[in-house]
């Protein structure tokens, strides 16, 4: 049984950093490439970083290109997100996502907030 958990989310202030962190359980996950999703109130969720199995390719959208960076833990079954410079458009709940099983985890709140 697929399980991803997320955790880090919290309230920062702008021009701040966080860090998440997504534990991942029930399948080889260094086989798998894993991505980070957000969605904020009354949007659609979206896409915000992608890596590759091995971690040597990864993929972002303008939005956050250069804020964020994503990396991967084969040995410890972890996905993190980086997020630097925090905007408070960047407030929303983030999801780690497993593409391959189409399996979400249960999101972690960042909110960015003076």
């Known amino acids: 049984q697929v399980q991803l958990v997320e955790s880090g989310g919290g309230l920062v202030q702008p021009g701040g950093s966080l860090r998440l962190s997504c534990a991942a359980s029930g399948f080889t996950f260094s086989s798998y490439s894993m991505n980070w999703y957000r969605q904020a109130p009354g949007k659609e969720r979206e896409l915000v970083a992608g890596i590759t199995s091995s971690g040597g390719y990864t993929n972002y959208p303008d939005s956050v290109k250069g804020r964020f960076t994503i990396s991967r833990d084969n040995a410890k079954n972890t996905v993190y997100l980086q997020m630097n410079s925090l905007k408070p458009e960047d407030t929303a709940v983030y999801y780690c996502?497993?593409?391959?099983?189409?399996?979400w985890g249960q999101g972690t709140q960042v909110t960015v907030s003076s």
């Open positions: 996502f497993a593409p391959r099983f189409r399996s």
